[in-house]
């Protein structure tokens, strides 16, 4: 699961009281945003979880994301394979309002799938939480990286292998049926899925560097995007020219069409990415 601790860490800075070196790059609404979002969850999870709890990720983006809360940061980083569970509040961008949504410390990841929540616990189980409270489990063997459709009817996810850290890509629906998409040598991993429901991205570093691939939701062939004849070797020492860097998690994705993804690549940068030619470059200046 070193993975899900990456992912889990990405958004460390959401946590802390001042802004970061990391922060202060970010694209000025970027760095806005996630300031609104720390002064609002902040004082919750200290009121409901007691002053040691941190909130430590965002699950999504606008109204009802989800953000997790751990009991209390340790004081050393625990083993890539010890990630610290969570608790799951709700947070609406646009009012600023949060709510507990999952008060035991048990989950890895939780996503709005609609008027309905995803909890993905600590052993891979995925559950539908209704609006009415009633839960019922969707999938097994769910690595992370939830991302919802559009429409909240169904969801991709990174999907555990039967053999080492060997990961796919997969569609979850509502009625819990699992769709294999994409399933390479290695880890296929971080899928995003179009506003039309119809173009799934992911990253895989089936080429030996992790690069965007991508598919459809009818699991045609996957084709390369990015870093198209680059090999690993070539990274040492520094990213050759026409490197582009792959996201740190899929919840640090959203759409602007049904061709362009903006992502977070790391170290508050974000970049934009067509997913029907692979042309990429940063997003970094300007007001959004």
């Known amino acids: 699961m070193r993975k899900l601790f990456l992912s889990m860490a990405a958004l460390t800075l959401a946590a802390t009281t001042s802004a970061s070196a990391a922060e202060r790059r970010m694209n000025p609404s970027d760095a806005r945003r996630i300031s609104k979002a720390r002064e609002r969850i902040v004082p919750t999870v200290a009121k409901e979880f007691g002053p040691k709890a941190r909130f430590v990720h965002l699950y999504g983006q606008g109204r009802t994301m989800m953000a997790g809360v751990v009991a209390e940061v340790p004081e050393n980083a625990p083993a890539t394979d010890d990630v610290p569970l969570l608790a799951i509040v709700q947070y609406d961008e646009p009012t600023g309002a949060v709510r507990v949504v999952a008060r035991e410390f048990k989950y890895r990841e939780a996503r709005a799938l609609g008027p309905h929540v995803a909890l993905l616990d600590g052993e891979g189980n995925l559950r539908l939480r209704e609006p009415s409270g009633r839960e019922r489990q969707l999938a097994q063997r769910v690595g992370g990286d939830l991302f919802p459709t559009a429409k909240g009817d169904a969801l991709v996810a990174t999907l555990m292998g039967n ?31 179009s506003p039309d429901g119809k173009t799934v991205v992911f990253v895989s570093a089936r080429t030996s560097v992790a690069s965007f691939f991508v598919t459809s939701v009818e699991g045609e062939e996957p084709r390369q995007l990015t870093n198209v004849g680059l090999e690993n070797h070539m990274l040492f020492g520094g990213a050759p020219a026409g490197f582009v860097p792959p996201p740190v998690s899929s919840h640090h994705m ?35």
């Open 163 to 193: 053999e080492g850290h060997e990961t796919a890509v997969g569609l979850i629906d509502l009625q819990g049926r699992v769709k294999v998409l994409a399933d390479g040598p290695g880890v296929d991993a971080t899928p995003s899925i």
């Open 254 to 288: 959203e759409w602007l069409s049904n061709d362009v993804l903006r992502y977070n690549a790391g170290g508050g940068e974000f970049w934009k990415i067509n997913v029907r030619t692979g042309q990429a470059a940063p997003d970094l200046g300007g007001e959004q």
